[in-house]
Nanobody
């Protein structure tokens, strides 16, 4: 069992930056692929960024490529999402998720554990 707790969300002006953190419990965290997803009001949950078990391979949605960076520190059981050049379209609840498979998979249905989410609001 893995429990995930996100933090770092908040209100930021367009062009600003934030770093989200996802703290994980459980001894097997280091072998799981990890992903960040987001859900805006009235929209489906969408993939943002993901990585394989050791962070050696990363993936990004086209809408955030070049602006967001996913990383992990397995010694600290933590995954990060660094976000720069934020715009109002990035406003959403951001979730981290863990996949018991070590390799990255994009679809939310593949993920076994989810955090409660953290709100990111970007004002224009």
């Amino acid at each position: 069992q893995v429990q995930l707790v996100e933090s770092g969300g908040g209100l930021v002006q367009a062009g600003g930056s934030l770093r989200l953190s996802c703290a994980a419990s459980g001894r097997t965290f280091s072998v799981y692929a990890m992903g960040w997803f987001r859900q805006a009001p009235g929209k489906e949950r969408e993939f943002v960024a993901g990585m394989n078990w050791n962070g050696g391979i990363t993936y990004y949605a086209d809408s955030v490529k070049g602006r967001f960076t996913i990383s992990r520190d397995n010694a600290k059981n933590t995954v990060y999402l660094r976000m720069i050049s934020l715009n109002p379209e990035d406003t959403a609840v951001y979730y981290c998720a863990a996949d018991r498979e070590s390799v990255f998979r994009r679809e939310p249905k593949n993920y076994d554990y989810w955090g409660q989410g953290t709100q990111v609001t970007v004002s224009s």
